[in-house]
């Protein structure tokens, strides 16, 4: 692949994504690319832990939930500026995740899985239950920051607002992937005690990661509430929209940076697309299944590398088998040369070389 | 000169690199694996623990490495007693442990590999001058720079494994098992690594479940039984030894046959 296609590529996709509101038929289009701009960032923010990390947390929608009704009740009791309880609501949540991860992270695998959605689960009945605070089922309403725009407008700014959101979150992941603390985090996806031996501060680490990700999480939940404007416990505390982000994640490919943001637009367009189609039946639910079902068996990568391997079948085919052969064949002779030559002199002074193995 | 303390008789009295002093170590409740092992890495030396499964061998590496805590006795590193600290503080005072099996990072290249191994320093020239000898000693891991590590072969992953322990340049290395799921030509190599490495002036603590391989690599053997050193000496000496080779090493002595 030439050099300036992946510059080209970025800027081409920058583009289409700021000139979206412009190209669209109508609102209902417009929101349903603000829904998918959400889901791109809660995508993102859960990489930053089951990507980084390989904890895969089904609760994330905690996060999200807090960071919702957060940003409502902010604004309802205290009748904060919206943007102010916006991010006040995400340092909230990011000190409530401090306890929270210090537990969860006791445990992984499977272990883990079941602690984040018991904690989704916990949080949903509080809301529930706790009407004085949260409103219970009648839901929250959430004013909006701008009253006076008419919904096209708002859509709009919501959208401009979570790719905002999302340009930061990107941001911060190109930063940690080429940082100490982002090979820690590598190492430990691939084997925390391997990563722990090797002097990685794995549960410190684990720990930034987790506050990272549930910050951000919060952060998309907060902006959500703005845009939305009425939260619902069932909505907000779903198991279901922590699956969304798990399966979005790994459809584009969790270990590349667009690669939740790709997974968000394929399984957000569709999920809107089905529910526009089919959604006066449960038929949208099947639609859904079947694409999920195609990715895992033909991309179990993710649509980003699948993409890649493709683009590689069809480009020039430069590396072929024979270069790779002939380099082998080079250092399988010069080993054997070597060998020869220390059995010829040995005490020479030259170590006989050690790395003559075939491979 | 590395020839000649094969024996282990020429070595003047050298303070120990690494002591382990009646050390009682286990996991949660159950009974404890080391009851009053004590162990000594004296420098530029090849230790060798032998013994049979179970004996707690890859414990005492544990417990050295600060992956374990020892629930008794004193770990002292070069003078300083490091009892009870963890994995990094025993990186910082320099011990680096090569875990059992394939304990490359498969999907990360060599290089991610090996820098891993230098997460404990911040120095870059000293980061760069470490890769460079690595590279130096083992000469296909710098050919094999860029390319991701589970596809290089067994022999090569544990030299890449080795280089990423040399990075901090340790004054003893733990070795578990380096041997484990290689072929016999390859092991040869291996072990010939190992002595490289200790004429690269570092001492290396080393379990073998190749017994009688790594008696013949080792300076000095340890024949560790039920959680504690039955015998030690020179590693010639336990190779020799009639009644030792029945029972730790699965029949005679190869040189007495």
């Excluded at chain 1, 992937?177 to 680490?205: C, H, I, N, Q």
């Excluded at chain 2, 442990?97 to 590999?113: A, I, P, Y």
């Excluded at chain 2, 000095?220 to 590693?235: E, K, M």
């Amino acid at each position: 692949m030439p050099g300036w296609v992946r510059p080209a590529a970025l800027a081409v996709g920058v583009a289409l994504v700021l000139l979206f509101p412009e190209l669209v038929p109508n609102a209902y289009v417009l929101s349903a690319g603000v829904i998918v701009a959400s889901y791109a960032c809660t995508a993102t923010a859960w990489s930053f832990m089951g990507g980084f990390t390989g904890y895969v947390s089904l609760g994330h929608a905690a996060f999200f939930g807090m960071g919702a009704y957060g940003t409502g009740i902010l604004i309802r009791d205290l009748s904060l500026q919206p943007f102010l309880a916006w991010l006040l609501s995400g340092l909230i949540v990011l000190v409530i995740t401090i306890p929270v991860g210090i537990a969860a992270l006791r445990v992984r695998g499977a272990s883990f899985v079941i602690v984040s959605i018991s904690f989704v689960l916990i949080l949903l009945l509080v809301s529930q239950a706790w009407e004085a605070f949260t409103g219970g089922a009648n839901g929250l309403n959430v004013p909006r920051p701008f009253a006076d725009l008419y919904r096209p407008d708002h859509h709009r700014i919501f959208f401009y607002l979570f790719v905002a959101l999302l340009a930061v979150m990107l941001l911060t992941w190109w930063v940690i992937d080429r940082s100490r603390f982002g090979a820690g985090l590598k190492a430990v996806r691939e084997d925390e005690d391997k990563a722990e031996a090797l002097g990685v501060p794995t549960r410190d680490y684990k720990l930034a990661a987790y506050l990272i990700s549930a910050t951000f999480t919060a952060l998309a939940g907060g902006m959500y509430a703005l845009w939305f404007g009425d939260l619902d416990p069932i909505f907000q505390f779903s198991i279901l929209l922590g699956a969304y982000m798990v399966l979005m994640a790994l459809l584009g490919g969790v270990r590349h940076l667009f690669g939740p943001l790709v997974g968000a637009v394929v399984v957000g367009s569709a999920l809107e697309y089905f529910k526009l189609e089919f959604g006066d039946t449960q038929l949208h639910l099947v639609f859904t299944a079947i694409l999920l079902g195609i990715v895992v068996l033909f991309m179990p990568d993710g649509v980003i590398p699948a993409a890649g391997a493709l683009l590689r079948r069809f480009g020039p085919q430069d590396t072929s088998i024979r270069e790779i052969t002939a380099e082998e064949l080079l250092e399988r002779n010069r080993a054997a040369a070597e060998r020869e030559g220390a059995a010829a002199g040995r005490g020479g002074g030259k170590p006989s070389d050690g790395s003559g193995e075939t491979p | 000169m590395a020839s000649e303390e094969k024996d282990g008789t020429t070595r003047p009295a050298e303070r120990p690199l690494l002591v382990l002093d009646d050390v009682y170590a286990g996991y949660g409740r159950a009974a404890m694996v080391l009851r009053g092992l004590s162990v000594k890495v004296p420098p530029r030396t090849v230790v060798c623990l032998v013994g049979p499964n179970g004996a707690g061998k890859s414990t005492v590496l544990k417990v050295a490495s600060g992956l374990l805590r020892p629930r008794e006795g004193r770990v002292v590193v070069d003078g300083s007693d490091v009892t009870g600290q963890g994995p990094q503080q025993m990186l910082r005072s320099g011990l680096a442990h090569v875990l059992q099996g394939h304990s490359v990072f498969r999907e990360m290249t060599v290089e991610e590999n090996v820098l891993l191994g230098a997460y404990t320093l911040r120095d870059r020239a000293r980061i760069a001058e470490r890769v460079a000898f690595v590279q130096e000693l083992f000469p296909i891991v710098g050919e094999r720079w860029k390319q991701l590590a589970g596809l290089l072969s067994g022999g090569q992953q544990k030299q890449v494994e080795f280089a990423r322990s040399l990075m901090i340049d340790p004054k003893v290395v733990l070795l578990d098992e380096p041997s484990m799921g290689l072929d016999p030509k390859t092991t040869a190599t291996v072990f010939q690594q190992i002595t490289r490495m200790r004429d690269a002036g570092t001492a290396v603590l080393l379990v073998e479940q190749n017994a009688r391989r790594a008696l013949e690599t080792a300076d000095l053997g340890c024949v560790l039984d039920l959680g504690r050193v039955h015998i030690s000496g020179p590693a010639a000496e336990l190779l020799a030894d009639q009644r030792l080779s029945e029972l730790y090493l699965g029949g005679r002595p190869r040189s007495t046959a």
